[in-house]
C-alpha cells in the first residue's frame, strides 16, 4: 500500500467552458476549499452526501455519497489538480477459470449503443487529449479508469466510458474476437485444419509462460482454495473454450449493475456536473438489485499445508542448476481493517526490505538463491491478506533448508523485536511518500483504495494515513512487544500457512501442448459438417468486419476551440556552481521537499567499459561509501532521503538523428531538514565508495541478473523494439547495450563468473570517468523558501567532491556524432524533433499505426 502515495501536482488551468448551471474550475475558492461546503445528507442528482472529510496529509477534500436508486457507491477526491481522473469499478467474483471477466473487460469495449462502432475506446485514443486510458482485471474486481486535463475531453471520455460499461453491444461476434473460438488456421481455406484463436486465449497463454506469473496464479488459487480466488480470473486457456456467449451475458447483467459499482473521481472539475452526467447518462435507467457478489471469508485451516508445481526450464536464468522456488505464504486478516492493515503493511517492510532486514540477512546474503520469491511481502489484494516470504533460483536440495531458515528468522524477530531506527526509517518513508509531488495522483489514489472498498472497506478511513500513524506511534508507546506479537500471532502461531514449492520439467511445454491438443480435438469431435461449415463463414465474416474501414463519426471529439491555446511555461534559473558546474534551479511548492537531478556524461569512457555501466549503477549506491558500510549506508538512505538511484541515459539529438547524449542520471529527494545529510551520502559515494566487497557485489549481481531474466517474457515486445532500433540509429545502438538483449545476457556471464575480482577491478576505472564534476550538471526543485539553503548545500557537495578529484584532461561536448546505421528489422528510421515533418509523422502515427500497436498492448490485466 505504502507505494501507491504519489501526490499529483497541484497545477492551475485558465477558466474552462461554462455549462448552463455550472461554471467549471472556478477561481475564487480551490476545488478542496469548494468541496468543504457539501453536507451530509444533501441530495445532489439522486445522490446523497454521506460524509465530507478534509484530508490535509493528501492536500484533498474526500466527498463520499451514494446513489438512491440504485445504491452506487461514489467517492469524489477534491483536489487543485488539473490531471481529473474517472474511474468505475465493479466486484467481479467468477467462480471457474473460464476468464468471463477478463473477456468481458475487453468485449465492453468493442462497442456500445451509443457509440456501435467497432472498438469505440481505441478510436478515442485519436480523438482525445487523454493522460490515460485503460481497464483492468484483477482477482475480484474490473476497473474502468481514464483522466485527461481538457474539460471537454472529460466530458466526452465519460460518455463513452459509462455506454461501454453498463450498454454494451456484446455482438457474438466480439466475443468470438476478444475471447475464443474455433476457426481454420488459414481463414480463407476451409480444408486447412482448425485451431483455437482468441484475443484473450492468446493473451494468458502468454501470461502462463512466464514463471514468475504462474507461480502467484498457483500460490493465490492454493491459499484461497474455497470460493473465487481458487480460479483464474484472468482466464486459465484450457478453461476460456468452455465460456459460452451467454454465460458472458449473463455475468454482464448481474456484474456490470451500478448496484455492483464504485464510482471515483478526482482532481479540480466540480463534481455537480460529473453526477449530473452519470446519472443522466447512465444510473437513471437502472433500479437496485441484489447482486450476490460479495466474498466470503476463507475457512482457516487446522494445519500448515505443502505442496508443488512444475514450470518450463528457463534458458537465460543465473545458475541453471538453481531454477528451483520455494516460498510460505501466510493468510492474514480482512483488509477492510484499516489500521491492521497498515501495521501489516510496515511490519512486512521491516521483516523484507533492504540488507538490514532480518529475512534479507537470512536468506539473500548466504546466497541459497539469486531473489526473494516471486510473490513476497505482503499482499493487500484479496479480501483476506497475505504475506509470503521464500526464495527463486535454489537448488532442489536446499529447499528443506530454506523452510528452517524462515521459521528461526520468525523465532528471531518475536524474540529481538526491530531496532528503532529501522521503524523511523519506515514512517519517514511513509511521510515522504505522502508529501511527494507527481502527475499521476488521481490513478495511484483509485488503485490504493480498489481493494479494500471492493469489499465494503472505508475508502476515506484509508485516506488518511496520519492517524494510523499516530495510532501507531501509541501503540508501539503502550506495547514495546507491539510488533513481536503480531509476528507471534500471524506467522509463529498461524495454522493457514501454504508451502509451495516449483521446479522445472523440460517436458512442461510439451505436455502443455499436449492437453491444448486433446482439448482441441475433443471439441472437433463433436462438430458436424454443418458446424463446420458454420466456422468456416463465421471466420470469414470476422476477417471481413476486421478489415473493414469503421466509421467512427458517432464518437465525440475536440474542437481545436476546446483546447487552451497556450501551455503554462515553467521558470528556471540556470546559474554555475563551484568549479562551473552548470546548475538548473527550479522553484515549485514541493511541500517541504528537495528534488537534486545531476546528468554526468559518458563520453571519456572507453568503449570496452560501457556494458558494465547499468551494473555500475546497481550497485554504488548498495555497496557502502566512506565511513558507512552497506547496511548503515542503506539505513542512512531511508532515514534521510526519499530514495538515492542512479540510471543509464541516452538522449537523442533533437536536430540530428545521428547525434545523442549519453551519461547517468543521479536522482534524489529528501525532506528540506535533512538536506545535508543527503548530500553528505552523495558526497561520500562521489568520494569514497566500496568496490571491494565481493561478496555483497555477489549478491547483488545474482539479483539483478534474476530480475532481467525474469522480465524477458513480460517485456518481450519492448526487447524486440530495442534490438530492431539498434540498427537504425547510433542512440539505438547504446541503449541495446544498456536495456536489451545484451545486457541481459551480459549479466548472465557476470552471474556465472566464480571470481568477481575483474568486475571490481573495472568499477573503480568507470568511478573515474562518470563521477566527475568536470562532467556533469545538475538541477534543484524545491520551495522559494528553501532555494537558497539548497543552494548552499549544492555549492558545498560540488567543492567537496572538486576537491577529492584528481586532475583529468578536459572532456569532449556533450553530443557526439558517430556513423549512421543501417535499418533493420520492424523499427522506421524518421526525423528528428526540430524535423518540419516532425508533427505530421506523429500524427501520421496515431491515425495509422499506433490503434494497431495498442490493441495489442494496451488491454494489460492484473490477477
Known sequence: RQTLFDNASAGLKPLGKTTDTYTWRLKSTSATERALHYQPGQKIHGFTVQEVVAVPDLFLTAVKLSHDKTGA???????????????????TTPMDSTGVPHILEHTVLCGSEKYPCRDPFFKML????????NAFTASDYTMYPFSTQNTKDFQNLLSVYLDAVFFPCLREQDFWQEGWRLENENPTDPSSRLVFKGVVFNEMKGAFSDNERLYAQHLQNKLYPDHTYSVVSGGEPLDIPDLTWDQLKNFHATHYHPSNARFFTYGDLPLEEHLRQIEEEALSRFDRINPNTEVPPQPQWSSPREDHVTCSPDALAPDQSKQNTLC??????????????????????????????????????????????SVVGYDGSTKEASFSIGLQGMAEEDMERVKKIINQTINDIIQNGFEEERIEAILHKIEIQMKHQSTNFGLSLASYIASPWNHDGDPVELLQISDCVSKFRKALRENPHFLQDKVQNYFKENTHRLTLSMSPDETYLDKQAKAEEEKLQKKIQALTDSDRKDIYEKGLELLSAQSKPQDASCLPALKVSDIEPTIAI??????????????QYCEQPTNGLVYFRAMCSLNTLPEELKPYVPLFCSVITKMGAGSLDYRQQAQQMELRTGGVSVSTQVIPDSTHMDMYEQGILLSSSCLDRNL????????????????????????????????????????GHMYAMTRTGRHLTP????????TGMDQVKFMKRIAEMTDL???????????????????????????????????????SFIKDVCGNRKERKPVRPNIIKVMEGAGLGESIRTVPFSHEDFARSVIYYHLNVKQSTVVSGERQNIF
Request: aromatic share 10%.
Open 676 to 715: 545535508p545529510h543527503m548530500f553528505e551520502l552523495w558526497t561520500d559515494i562521489f568520494s569514497s565508495p566500496h568496490f571491494d566487497d565481493e561478496e555483497r557485489l555477489r549478491v547483488l549481481v545474482m539479483m539483478s541478473a534474476q530480475e532481467l531474466a525474469n522480465g524477458i517474457s513480460y517485456s
Open 757 to 795: 575480482i575483474h568486475v571490481i577491478r573495472i568499477l573503480p576505472r568507470i568511478k573515474k570517468h562518470l563521477l566527475n564534476p568536470d562532467n556533469m550538471r545538475c538541477a534543484i526543485n524545491t520551495t522559494p523558501q528553501k532555494m537558497c539553503d539548497a543552494e548552499g548545500q549544492l555549492e
Open 126 to 133: 485519436n480523438r482525445s487529449l487523454s493522460t490515460f486510458m
Open 731 to 738: 542512440a539505438g545502438d547504446l541503449q541495446e547495450t544498456f
Open 570 to 583: 515553467t521558470p528556471l534559473l540556470f546559474s554555475w556552481c563551484a568549479g562551473g558546474v552548470p546548475v
Open 73 to 91: 457507491q461514489y467517492l469524489h477526491a477534491a483536489r487543485e489538480d488539473s490531471n481529473n481522473l474517472f474511474s468505475v469499478q465493479f466486484r
Open 328 to 373: 510460505m505464504s501466510y493468510l492474514l486478516g480482512d483488509i477492510t481493517d484499516t489500521f491492521e492493515g497498515f501495521t501489516l503493511s510496515l511490519l512486512s517492510s521491516l521483516m523484507i526490505s533492504g540488507p538490514n532486514a532480518p529475512f534479507y540477512k537470512a536468506l539473500i546474503e548466504p546466497k541459497i538463491g539469486s531473489d526473494f520469491s
